[in-house]
Nanobody, 114 residues
Framework: VQLQASGGGLVQPGGSLRLSCAVS????????MAWYRQAPGKQRELVAF???????NYAASVKGRFTIFRDNVKSTVYLQMNSLKPEDTAVYYC?????????WGQGTQVTVSS
């Protein structure tokens, strides 16, 4: 099982990006999925969470700007990021519980700068 994240890049403040994370391999079940981020010199933090039934939860710093959603047919989780701020700059990691085990994606860099 692998998680492949994509969609990061350089964007100006106020801009938008959409991250994707596709699950591949032998999959019997995909339960909770989430996005985390880690900025230089800081600990990894939870950005957004989505349960199997699509219940969601967000970090206070991104609520109202970011949206997490999933496509269970494609086994893919997305993070739509709007109104980006320089403090959103970080490596973003996807996470999922697949076949009752924890898996992490490789990380994708998001840089918000003018």
């Amino acid at each position: 099982v692998q998680l492949q994240a994509s969609g990061g890049g350089l964007v100006q403040p106020g801009g938008s990006l959409r991250l994707s994370c596709a699950v591949s391999g032998i999959i019997f079940s995909v339960n909770d999925m989430a996005w985390y981020r880690q900025a230089p010199g800081k600990q990894r933090e939870l950005v957004a969470f989505i349960g199997r039934s699509s219940s969601t939860n967000y970090a206070a710093s991104v609520k109202g700007r970011f949206t997490i959603f999933r496509d269970n047919v494609k086994s893919t989780v997305y993070l739509q990021m709007n109104s980006l701020k320089p403090e959103d700059t970080a490596v973003y990691y996807c996470y999922a519980i697949i076949n009752n085990r924890d898996y992490w994606g490789q990380g994708t860099q998001v840089t918000v700068s003018s």
